[in-house]
């Protein structure tokens, strides 16, 4: 579907120069001399790149629609995840880099949501929060207790997180996967 330059909006999915770019940020311009535009920052999808854009009111640009499908994570091979459909029982395999930093928070026979284009995986979604053991957890300084404050602990996963002082090794939390926070004590 083609908008016009000016109804970018953050969030968008866009195909520009042969590529498939994601709407970053929008600024909307209008100069006391020449046309109004939007200025907008992008990142490429397939391979990482970040540009900015200067889209006229009279430029069209064709907004993509990516497909969402459940698939479940079977294993890690290497550098490689292993993902399966959960409607065809398909497998596919995507490079872990993919995921970025939330691979960490990966676990067997989680669900998460493929975005597709074209049939081709353009990114991976993990649930907001996920449950982790602590594995190691600093001693409580004395005196620390009054205020809101946090100490270092070490996940099952190897991912460090600040948690509250009465958090010990051993006890299973709720952490934010994108923000890498503690949210909470699991039940």
Do not use: C
């Not at 067997?108 to 993990?126: A, C, H, K």
């Not at 997180?161 to 996967?177: K, L, N, Q, Y």
Request: no cysteine; glycine share 8%; proline share 4%.
């Amino acid at each position: 579907m083609k908008i016009s330059g000016v109804d970018i909006r953050p969030g968008n999915i866009l195909e520009y120069e042969k590529g498939i770019w994601k709407v970053a940020k929008t600024q909307h311009t209008q100069p006391g001399k020449g046309g109004a535009f939007m200025q907008v920052e992008m990142k490429n999808l397939i391979d990482g790149r970040k540009t900015n854009v200067r889209f006229r009111s009279a430029d069209t640009v064709e907004r993509v629609r990516l497909d969402t499908k459940d698939f479940q994570f079977l294993y890690a091979e290497g550098d490689d995840l292993v993902f399966m459909d959960v409607e065809t029982y398909d497998q596919i395999t995507l490079p872990s880099d993919l995921l970025g930093d939330a691979a960490a928070f990966l676990q067997d026979g989680m669900t998460v949501l493929l975005e597709m284009y074209d049939e081709r995986p353009i990114s991976v979604q993990l649930p907001e929060q996920v449950e982790a053991t602590i594995v190691e957890a600093d001693a409580v300084v004395k005196g620390q207790t009054a205020s809101s404050s946090y100490k270092p602990a070490i996940l099952d996963n190897g991912v460090r997180v600040m948690v509250p002082p009465h958090i010990e090794s051993g006890t299973r939390i709720v952490v934010d996967v994108y923000e890498r926070s503690y949210v909470g004590k699991a039940n």
